[in-house]
């Protein structure tokens, strides 16, 4: 079946650096891919909605200059964190949809993110 | 704008009980699904089920059994016979059909299930 492809699974890196995440559908075009994040212990929240060949939707609250989103091909989104804090750390999961009507959405494995 | 509430944070039970899930959402939409997803420890979502808000049928997999009553906006979930594989956290979501929308999931808090040998 379809599946999303998400790398790192797990990444630790120095506050200030900056870190990017690829979500990659493997066998099916994904014109529209999601980013969502969860804290310990929390919901996951949308951040922002990635369009092949667009600028990025982002959620009220979301800083579109410190989470970068590019979605340069049908396949492929990442997801950069600029100047990582720890605040950052979480786990970031990312999620498309097949461009067909109503058709499956499939998630990641997920990121889980920490900031030293 | 759309919300799904799960009031119960966490649920402890002992093998073999059942256990119910509860899910209360709001939508201002007149089409809609309705999703349940499991996420254990290692966290990736596994997902369970999606309901179009069209069909009220009540779906049984396995030890897994939905009640979907959209005249009270919920939509809950029953593991029958529960094990301790069960233990994860559970969310129930939402997402509308219009075609930008779709896919957007808004999630519930979670409910945490723990089940003890």
């Known amino acids: 079946g379809a599946v999303v492809s998400q790398h790192p699974s797990r990444v630790i890196c120095k506050s200030g650096t900056s870190v990017k995440i690829e979500c990659r559908s493997l066998?099916?075009?994904?014109?529209?891919m999601f980013w969502y994040r969860q804290f310990p212990k929390q919901s996951l929240m949308l951040m922002a909605t990635?369009?092949?060949?667009?600028?990025?939707?982002?959620e009220q609250g979301v800083e579109k200059d410190k989470f970068l989103i590019n979605h340069a091909s049908l396949t492929l989104s990442t997801l950069t964190v600029t100047s990582a804090h720890p605040e950052d750390s979480s786990f970031y999961i990312c999620?498309?949809?097949?461009?067909?009507?109503?058709?499956?959405?499939?998630f990641g494995n997920g990121t889980r993110l920490t900031v030293t | 704008a759309q919300k799904v509430t799960q009031a119960q944070t966490e649920i402890s039970v002992v093998e073999k009980e059942d256990v119910t899930l509860d899910c209360v959402y709001e939508?201002?939409?007149?089409?809609?699904?309705l999703f349940w997803y499991k996420q254990p420890p290692s966290g990736e979502l596994v997902f369970l089920i999606r309901?179009?808000?069209?069909?009220?049928q009540n779906e049984i997999s396995g030890r897994y059994s939905w009640n979907f009553q959209k005249s009270t906006s919920s939509f809950n979930f029953t593991i029958t016979a529960s094990q301790v594989v069960d233990s994860a956290v559970y969310f129930c979501?939402?997402?509308?059909?219009?075609?930008?929308?779709?896919?957007?999931?808004?999630f519930g808090a979670g409910t945490q299930v723990v089940v003890t040998p």
């Open positions: 999620s498309a949809r097949e461009d067909r009507a109503r058709s499956p959405l499939h």
């Open positions: 066998d099916f075009q994904a014109t529209t």
């Open positions: 990635s369009n092949e060949g667009s600028k990025a939707t982002y």
């Open positions: 939508t201002r939409d007149t089409t809609y699904y």
């Open positions: 309901r179009n808000s069209f069909d009220e």
């Open positions: 979501a939402l997402s509308d059909l219009t075609t930008d929308s779709w896919g957007k999931l808004q």
